[in-house]
């Protein structure tokens, strides 16, 4: 059994605030998400684990970008997003 046949992938774009740590300037960035939403109904050729494994599982969300480049003209360097939070549970 593979994720995609429990789970409903789309794509969302969701917007932070980060500090860019090169010219120390905020902003709002656009953080590109894969939201996995649990399907309605139990796919039919599932295991009784597979089963089981269904019903425990949650919606969720994985972080698609790492990098952002700083919206300053005179920076545009790349940084690191500053989280170590790349799962969000819906």
């Given amino acids: 059994m ?3 046949d429990i789970f409903d992938e789309r794509q969302e774009i969701k917007k932070a605030a980060f ?5 120390r300037e905020r902003n ?3 953080i590109r ?3 996995r939403r649990k ?4 796919p039919k050729n599932l295991g009784r684990d597979d089963r089981a494994r269904f019903e425990k599982s949650r919606d969720y969300m994985v972080r698609v970008d ?8 005179r920076c ?3 940084f690191e997003i500053p989280s170590f939070q790349t799962v969000v549970f819906i």
């Fill in 39 to 42: 399907k309605k109904n139990v």
């Fill in 19 to 23: 500090v860019c740590p090169h010219c």
């Fill in 66 to 73: 790492d990098q952002l480049m700083c919206k300053n003209m």
């Fill in 2 to 4: 593979h994720e995609r």
């Fill in 28 to 30: 709002e960035y656009d």
């Fill in 76 to 78: 545009r360097k790349r």
């Fill in 33 to 35: 998400w894969l939201t």
